[in-house]
């Protein structure tokens, strides 16, 4: 069995950070883990111009531990008034790397996203001519769908037709979660990418709801049947060379998770190498971790791999009860008080 484990330091791909207390709580677990993240721009009023971005990656910054060596990688929320020019100035500047599609209502602080592709043609025909990466929670909104179906129906109504009309347009389908996005990505070409988070490798429909209802098992997209997940996984662990880590790590208050109306969002951020690692090693594909967690990432964005490496140690971690962001404020992570079989030191 094997021991130790050293790969290049990974990347995260999608990941939400917050701002004011919880960015400075959470900003040093991920430092640890990572030396880049993409950072989700869903904030409360969200992060959709160059300022607003560059002053959001100015805080993010200011919480770095110092020795830490991390990079936040920021990027656009898109709306239906998004400027172009101001989109690719931003890009160019080297602020912004790549723009995220919301469509509108689809998950937390969604509300300003975009009602309707059509309306911004303009900003990702200008997206696939400067080389900027779109990345797309891949939900239709529409009420009558089955939550569970949102995901397969936005593959059909939205992303195929997007793909056949920007084809050199750079899209990574962010979180996915079915047989069908697996299937889409195996499909398609060079520039459709996949992010896969470490819960929707580990968790079915049924485990949201194993003897009682656990919050904390819930985030959009939602996690489907059993199936679903052995897709995904299969896809993670196969080596794909346009799949890649990507945690969605939200981080929630306990008690906005734990309330009649819970919030959408999974805290991996304290041990998403290790949970990461426990998958690859239960599907004997250790050896793909490396590829899925810090090369095929910078492969698609067109951005250097990472020289230093981390190793990954066979020692048992717990993973904490709850993180204190203040008197008030407590995050639950994913897995709380489970143990994992590995540790990244
Ligand atoms: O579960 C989720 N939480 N899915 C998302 O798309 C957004 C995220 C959040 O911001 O909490
Ligand atoms: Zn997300």
Redesign the pocket.
């Known amino acids: 069995m094997t021991g130790s484990l050293t790969i290049r330091r990974p990347d995260d791909w999608h990941l ?1 950070v917050r701002d004011g207390a919880i960015l400075d709580a959470v900003v040093p677990h991920t430092a640890r883990q990572f030396a880049r993240a993409i950072i ?1 721009p ?1 904030l409360v009023p969200p992060a959709t111009t160059t300022e607003l971005i560059t002053a959001y990656r100015d805080r993010i910054v200011a919480a770095i531990p110092a020795g830490a060596d991390f990079t936040p990688l920021m990027t656009a929320y898109l709306t239906d008034k998004t400027d172009p020019d101001d989109l690719a100035a931003g890009h160019e500047a080297g602020v912004i790397t790549a723009a995220k599609l919301y469509p509108a209502g689809a ?3 969604s509300d300003s996203g975009v009602t309707d592709i059509a309306a911004i043609m303009p900003v990702l025909r200008r997206m696939a001519e400067i080389g900027m990466p779109l990345l797309v ?1 891949g939900e239709v909104t529409d009420a009558e769908i089955d939550i569970f179906d949102r995901e397969a129906v936005f593959i059909e109504r939205t992303l195929k037709p997007l793909m056949d009309r920007l084809p050199d347009l750079k899209i990574v389908l962010e ?1 996915i979660t079915t047989a069908e996005a697996a299937e889409t990505v195996r499909q398609g070409g060079e520039t459709l990418a996949a992010t896969i988070t470490p819960h929707h490798l580990m968790i079915n429909r049924t485990d949201i709801f194993r003897g009682g209802i656990r919050p904390h098992l819930y ?2 997209p939602i996690a489907k049947r059993e199936i679903h997940r052995l897709a995904i996984r299969a896809l993670a662990t196969s080596g794909h060379p346009r799949v890649f880590l990507g945690t ?1 790590s ?1 981080p ?1 208050p306990i008690g906005a998770k734990e309330s009649s109306c819970g ?4 805290f991996s951020a304290p041990t998403a190498v290790e949970l990461y690692a426990q998958v690859f090693e239960e599907d004997n594909a250790l050896d793909r971790l490396e590829s899925f967690a810090s090369l095929n990432g910078p492969a698609f964005y067109g951005l250097p791999v990472n020289q230093a490496t981390v190793t990954l140690y066979r020692e048992e971690t717990v993973v904490p009860d709850e993180i204190s962001i203040d008197e008030a404020t407590r995050i639950r992570p994913f897995r709380s008080g489970e143990t994992l079989a590995w540790r990244l030191r």
């Open positions: 939400h989700m869903n998950t937390t602080n929670h979180h985030c959009l969605d939200a929630h919030c959408a969002g999974i």
